[in-house]
């Protein structure tokens, strides 16, 4: 698996970013489009450790929430490639904004706009995007949008055991992380988190290991026909 996960300092996000602008496909034989995963996740629910194996499974990368912040904000730096960035994927943007109820949402927020471009240029690409609306920027594309749940008291008890902390400190962990998911969300694209025809599958894991999960999204891929 090609893997993202990691320091954020050692990666070059402008030099990720120029290659997004910079990806070509030969116009005589276009590429068989890569899979491609939006998944989001309830905080202990499971959700990195199933885009990982979904990721070995696939042989595509997983682009976390922290990168495509950094990609997000690094675009702004850049008006060239940008400029170049907003060009190559306009018309699935312009498909996307009319897909949505516009006078809901505001699209001249810079990191928005920017965050919106970065994850339309990594479709072509395919890959597991985690997090960050993934699931709704993606929609027009064929892409598994995937949702990992789990009731608030297991998460919690695999975070305590995870993190080595206590389950209530685990509890108040999970409660902020899915709060500040949910409001993620609503704030950039006025839709509820835990919406569920905005996904085509919704794992519970409370009895499910990470991998049952991940068969579980291979196999709707495939039934989806997104993968052989």
């Known amino acids: 698996?090609?893997?993202?996960y990691g320091n954020l300092k050692s990666i070059n996000t402008?030099?990720?970013?120029?290659?997004?602008?910079?990806?070509?496909?030969?116009?005589?034989?276009?590429?068989?489009?890569?899979?491609?995963?939006?998944?989001?996740?309830?905080?202990?629910?499971?959700?990195?450790?199933?885009?990982q194996l979904l990721a070995e499974k696939l042989g595509v990368s997983v682009y976390d929430k922290e990168l495509l912040?950094?990609?997000?904000?690094?675009?702004?730096?850049d008006p060239y490639l940008m400029a170049e960035l907003d060009e190559k994927v306009a018309h699935l943007r312009n498909a996307w904004v009319m897909s949505l109820l516009t006078n809901q949402t505001v699209l001249n927020e810079d990191y928005r706009n920017h965050l919106v471009n970065v994850v339309l240029g990594l479709a072509p690409r395919g890959g597991i995007v985690v997090g960050r609306?993934?699931?709704?920027?993606?929609?027009?594309?064929p892409v598994m949008r995937l949702r990992i749940v789990g009731s608030p008291e297991i998460c919690a008890a695999r975070l305590?055991?995870?993190?080595k902390i206590s389950e209530e400190e685990a509890r108040k962990?999970?409660?902020?992380?899915n709060h500040e998911r949910g409001s993620f969300v609503w704030e950039h694209f006025?839709?509820?988190?835990?919406?569920?025809?905005?996904?085509?599958?919704?794992?519970n894991t409370d009895h499910l290991s990470p991998a049952s999960a991940a068969e579980l999204a291979l196999a709707a891929m495939k039934a989806r026909g997104l993968v052989a």
Do not use: C
């Not at 068989?32 to 995963?37: A, T």
């Open 14 to 51: 402008m030099a990720f970013l120029r290659s997004l602008v910079e990806e070509k496909f030969a116009k005589s034989q276009p590429a068989k489009p890569k899979p491609l995963v939006a998944l989001s996740r309830d905080r202990g629910a499971g959700g990195t450790e199933v885009a």
């Open 133 to 141: 609306g993934g699931h709704l920027i993606l929609a027009g594309q």
């Open 1 to 4: 698996m090609t893997s993202f």
């Open 160 to 163: 305590a055991k995870a993190e």
């Open 69 to 77: 912040d950094a990609v997000a904000q690094s675009a702004g730096t």
């Open 190 to 203: 006025r839709s509820r988190l835990n919406d569920p025809v905005h996904f085509d599958l919704t794992v």
């Open 173 to 177: 962990q999970v409660e902020t992380a």
